[in-house]
């Protein structure tokens, strides 16, 4: 069974960072894409960023970039999300999922519970 | 790149029919056979219903079913049961370095 299990969310002031986790057990985690994609509350879903099985290439959102980076570490079947130089607009539940397509995030599988961010003074 | 566009709402009885629409533009869902739509119950994760326009995951009830015409997409819940009322929301790739694109998402309601 796949399980994907994120951490690391929790109130963090603007300007700040934050890191995610995403423990993935029950499926060839080096095999897949992981994805990042977010909710903010009573709000629809956003696709935030994919990295592929060997790391790279990655992709974000433009409401991301050059402020967030996504990694993995496939000896720890881990999915990461290093959130730098929060916003307010950034609080959201975060969920990890895993992805499929060659060329891009064509559709998500398996999702995470999520873990919330909060950015907040 | 904007949001693909749904219906906030839609609802039906129980054993009818009701068919959710997912309009984007020829870069998105008018461009490629990756669109996809999700379940989404309150608090929860979402879970995959279907794939690559009209694909049911293993375990999909086959009331679920979907199309594609033009830059509009469209999820059909046939036979609708109470446990179908949830929230849904489609999605489409939208090339390698715009990523994926979702719906703002609609409310299905069992009446």
């Known amino acids: 069974e796949v399980q994907l299990l994120e951490s690391g969310g929790g109130l963090v002031q603007p300007g700040g960072s934050l890191r995610l986790s995403c423990a993935a057990s029950?499926?060839?985690?080096?095999?897949?894409?992981m994805s990042w994609v977010r909710q903010a509350s009573g709000k629809g879903l956003e696709w935030v960023s994919v990295?592929?099985?060997?790391?790279?290439?990655?992709y974000y959102a433009d409401s991301v970039k050059g402020r967030f980076t996504i990694s993995r570490d496939n000896s720890k079947n881990t999915l990461y999300l290093q959130m730098d130089s929060l916003r307010a607009e950034d609080t959201a539940v975060y969920y990890c999922?895993?992805?499929?397509?060659?060329?891009?995030?064509?559709?998500?599988?398996?999702w995470g519970q999520g873990t919330l961010v909060t950015v907040s003074s | 790149h904007s949001a693909l566009t749904q219906p906030p709402s839609a609802s039906g009885s129980p054993g009818q029919s009701v068919t959710i629409s997912c309009t984007g533009t020829?870069?998105?869902?008018?461009?490629?056979?990756?669109v996809s739509w999700y379940q989404q119950y309150p608090g929860k994760a979402p879970k995959l219903m279907i794939y690559?326009?009209?694909k049911r995951p293993s375990g999909v009830p086959d009331r679920f079913s979907g199309s594609k015409s033009g830059n509009t997409a469209s999820l059909t819940v046939s036979g609708l049961q109470a446990e179908d009322e949830a929230d849904y929301y489609c999605?489409?790739?939208?090339?390698?370095?715009?990523?994926?694109?979702f719906g703002g998402g609609t409310k299905l309601t069992v009446l």
């Open positions: 999922a895993n992805t499929q397509g060659a060329a891009g995030p064509f559709y998500f599988d398996h």
């Open positions: 690559e326009v009209s």
């Open positions: 999605s489409s790739f939208a090339g390698s370095k715009n990523g994926a694109l």
């Open positions: 990295i592929y099985s060997g790391a790279t290439p990655t």
């Open positions: 020829s870069s998105d869902v008018g461009g490629y056979n990756f």
């Open positions: 029950g499926f060839t985690f080096s095999s897949y894409a």
